[in-house]
């Protein structure tokens, strides 16, 4: 690949001239690259060591939640866990924020505190079991939990995609773009070299002929 030549090129001192800015701007372009690809690498680890960790949070308060749901369906019955489920309903809201990093938008959930007392889940505790007041808090840590780790799971999503992306670009120059270019560069500057020796031999054999017909 690296011998291979820009199509077309012609052998000129501005061509020349006009490739090395190329070649100048391609590998300026290629550093920068890197340095993105990498700190998108860097981001990506970080975001997956705490995505691990919320994702383990979660199993366990979503386990914890279960565990205390099932207990009050045995203490209560369905129809009381129902309805104090269906009295606790509210509509909540979450902000989506964006983060930049080296050029990339990555989202980021914020759930509004979901966490209320007791007198605020909108179902009497007189005539309530105990144990659906304490399924109710849980579940509430739990969708705190669910909605963090959706938010890093987008993160992720985004991050992969970007450092793909920007790994196939640098890729794309190493590769492909930047030898292409380096080897039109070495073709003109032989073609050049080659143009010069033959002017100076047709230079030197006019010089000559003109001594022969002076004389």
């Known amino acids: ?4 030549t820009v199509e077309g090129v012609n052998p000129t001192r501005m061509e ?30 970080n975001y997956a060591k705490k995505a691990l960790d919320v994702a383990s949070e979660s199993q366990v308060q979503l386990l914890n939640s279960r565990k205390i749901l099932s207990k009050a369906y045995s203490s ?4 009381e866990v129902s309805s104090a ?23 980021e959930f914020e759930l509004e505190d979901v966490t209320r007392k007791a007198d605020e889940r909108g179902f009497g505790l007189a005539f309530t079991s105990p144990l659906i007041e304490e399924a109710s808090g849980e579940w509430e ?21 970007e450092t793909r992306k920007t790994r196939r670009r640098v890729n794309a120059l ?5 030898p292409k270019l380096h080897a039109t560069e070495k073709y003109i500057t032989l073609r050049l070299e080659e143009i ?20």
């Open 1 to 4: 690949m690296a011998e291979e």
């Open 16 to 45: 020349l001239l006009l490739l090395r800015k190329k070649i100048s701007l391609a590998e300026k372009g290629h550093k920068l690259l890197k340095e993105k690809r990498d700190a998108l690498a860097m981001e990506f680890m």
């Open 76 to 79: 209560a019955g369905v129809f």
């Open 85 to 107: 489920a269906i009295a606790a309903q509210r509509d909540m809201q979450f902000a989506v924020s964006s983060k930049n990093i080296m050029g990339v938008n990555v989202s």
């Open 141 to 161: 840590k739990t969708l705190s939990k669910l909605v963090e780790l959706a938010g890093m799971e987008a993160s992720l999503k985004t991050l992969s995609d």
């Open 174 to 178: 190493e590769r492909n773009i930047i």
């Open 196 to 215: 010069n020796r033959e002017n100076f031999f047709r230079l030197k054999i006019m010089k000559k002929k003109r001594g022969r017909l002076g004389s």
